[in-house]
């Protein structure tokens, strides 16, 4: 079973929507949760991250997790063609700053 | 903005070459990584380094890969004689002090732009 699993899209929408990206996980030792941007050919940028459970907004980002269920969430509200990138959720234990990475989903928000 | 940065962006080389590739990780970072990312892939972990010392590595990382923090500054991956599944892009990270606790979650990884390696 794949430690972190997103599915690869690519997922289109219209300028304006919202947008549910999504992740799951095997590992319950996981207690960070990142979400990274990545355009084309640069290096992932880091968007969000939560610790355990919970919600955390920041601006048109919502990121959500639930440790029962091992499945994280990230909603852009008012979506823009500037958000068109490779979205990454990436987890880690305590422990060390070692990250896993699932594949990434490709959104192209469309004027 | 503080930023990390990645040298060559882009290296071509022959099978069986050596390979170094340059990293300046953010000036008052401890902890300094590379993660290597083959066309269409995941974001893979190679290995993490603190206090002059390799602290993690993954299977990946096998006697061809060395790392080293030659000058206090610059962080460095070799890869000691290349093969064609070596290419991907190549990206150095890095990070304050790794804690234990929920304040450790604010010590997150900042990605170089990468260094995109072509073995031929």
């Known amino acids: 079973q794949k430690e972190v699993e997103q599915d690869p899209g690519p997922l289109s929408v219209p300028e304006g929507a919202i947008v549910s990206l999504n992740c799951t996980y095997s590992?319950?030792?996981?207690?960070?949760f990142m979400w990274y941007r990545q355009y084309s050919r640069k290096g992932p940028e880091l968007l969000m991250y939560?610790?355990?459970?919970g919600n955390k907004e920041d601006g048109r980002f919502t990121a959500q997790v639930d440790k029962s269920s091992k499945y994280i969430s990230l909603f852009i509200r008012d979506s823009q063609p500037s958000d068109s990138a490779t979205y990454l959720c990436a987890n880690r234990g305590n422990q060390g700053g070692k990250l896993i990475f699932g594949q990434g989903t490709e959104l192209s928000v469309k004027p | 903005e503080p930023e990390v940065t990645q040298t060559p962006s882009h290296q071509v080389t022959q099978m069986g070459q050596e390979v170094i590739l340059r990293c300046v990780p953010i000036s008052n970072h401890l902890y300094f990584y590379w993660y290597r990312q083959i066309l269409g892939q995941k974001v893979e972990f190679l290995v993490s380094f603190y206090n002059n010392e390799i602290s993690e590595k993954s299977e990946i990382f096998d006697d061809q890969f060395s790392v080293e923090r030659p000058d206090g500054s610059n962080f460095t991956l070799k890869i000691r004689s290349t093969k064609l599944e070596d290419s991907a892009m190549y990206f150095c990270?890095?990070?304050?002090?790794?804690?234990?606790?929920?304040?450790?979650?604010?010590?997150?990884?900042?990605f170089g732009a990468g260094s995109r390696l072509t073995v031929l």
């Open positions: 990270a890095s990070s304050t002090r790794v804690e234990r606790g929920p304040s450790s979650g604010a010590n997150v990884l900042t």
């Open positions: 939560t610790y355990s459970s």
């Open positions: 590992n319950s030792a996981f207690q960070y």
